[in-house]
């Protein structure tokens, strides 16, 4: 018997989004984490772009960080690749601005992207892999 998958709830992303964001991040299935860091740190506009100092904070509202989290990534060559590192490096606990998703989109996001995580497809096309 299978698991069900999760459903998204409380969150500003859609069933399309989300699907969408998952057969996105599938291409990464795997990528290993170091190689992951690599590229997000090397080529991740926030690690090159801005002071982290001078990084603005999140507010705790949805909608303003949903805004601020588009606003910093924009133009990120390394937005999918940051956001999968950082779901598997935090998980439920994420925090901050990570791949252009606030943290409550994150986390009403990360049971999904486990689910898919846990449950791969079973052909090799599909998963999207890593080479």
Same mark, same amino acid.
């Given at each position: 018997?299978?698991? *069900?998958m999760p459903e998204n709830s ?21 990528? *290993? ?22 990084? *603005? ?53 990360? *049971? ?8 791969p497809p079973e052909d090799e ?7």
């Amino acid at each position: 018997m299978s698991t *069900p998958m999760p459903e998204n709830s409380s969150s500003g992303l859609d069933r399309d989004a989300c699907d969408e964001l998952v057969f996105k991040l599938t291409k990464f299935r795997n990528v *290993p984490d170091d190689v992951l860091c690599e590229l997000v740190t090397r080529d991740g506009l926030c690690f090159w772009a801005y002071d982290r100092e001078d990084m *603005p904070d999140t507010s705790g509202d949805d909608d303003v960080d949903r805004r601020l989290a588009a606003w910093l990534c924009a133009g990120c060559p390394v937005m999918d690749e940051c956001l999968e590192l950082e779901l598997r490096a935090a998980g439920e606990y994420t925090v901050g601005v990570w791949g252009a998703m606030s943290e409550t989109d994150r986390r009403a996001f990360y *049971p999904i992207w486990r689910w898919h995580r846990d449950h791969p497809p079973e052909d090799e096309d599909e998963a999207g892999e890593w080479r």
